[in-house]
């Protein structure tokens, strides 16, 4: 009785079978068919594009070489002494103390840190917008900061005017504005 494919013994299931066989096969090849006809046609489209970039750039590189003068067989070629520019060093910023712009703690500097964010310069020129999404990509546990003076904060401390930001301060409620 396991073994058999018509477990209620009708004499005339065996024809149910094979249908059901066939319209899983037909609807297995009409599937197949739509899904390979789709990715058919984005490989074409992705195969243009890279068609079209190709030809592009054998077209500049066509010009470039077009456009290269032609020298004359008489003349001879003197050897030109090229003078090779210093490449200037760079020395890399030295980190102010971020902690000074009220609302910033050792993490926060951290993530501002790592974000190349290392001197009151730097922070004054970034926008609360940005710094927020800084603190969003650090956690949820920054997520309270409210960054909207920070670079105020860090302009006054940036131009040495740590006076006005310490009174600025006192008017702040962790780093914000009443």
Not at 107 to 130: C, D, M, V, W, Y
Not at 147 to 159: H, K, M
Request: net charge negative; proline share 7%; aromatic share 6%.
């Amino acid at each position: 009785m396991y073994g058999h494919f018509n477990p209620f013994d009708q004499a005339g299931a065996w024809w149910q079978h094979i249908l059901m066989v066939v319209v899983a096969g037909v609807l297995g090849y009409i599937i197949g068919y739509i899904t390979k006809k789709s990715e058919v046609e984005n490989l074409e489209a992705e195969l243009a594009l890279v068609e079209a970039a190709v030809d592009d750039c054998q077209k500049t590189q066509v010009i470039a070489v077009t456009s290269v003068p032609e020298v004359a067989p008489t003349a001879t070629v003197v050897p030109v002494e090229v003078a090779i520019a210093p490449i200037p060093v760079v020395a890399p910023a030295i980190p102010d103390d971020l902690k000074i712009v009220e609302g910033i703690g050792p993490k926060i500097e951290q993530l501002l840190n790592n974000e190349g964010i290392l001197t009151f310069a730097q922070l004054a020129n970034t926008s609360p917008e940005r710094i927020k999404e800084i603190l969003l990509a650090g956690g949820s546990r920054f997520q309270m900061h409210d960054p909207s003076t920070w670079p105020e904060q860090s302009a006054l401390a940036r131009d040495g005017k740590l006076d006005e930001l310490k009174a600025w301060q006192d008017e702040l409620n962790k780093g914000r504005k009443e």
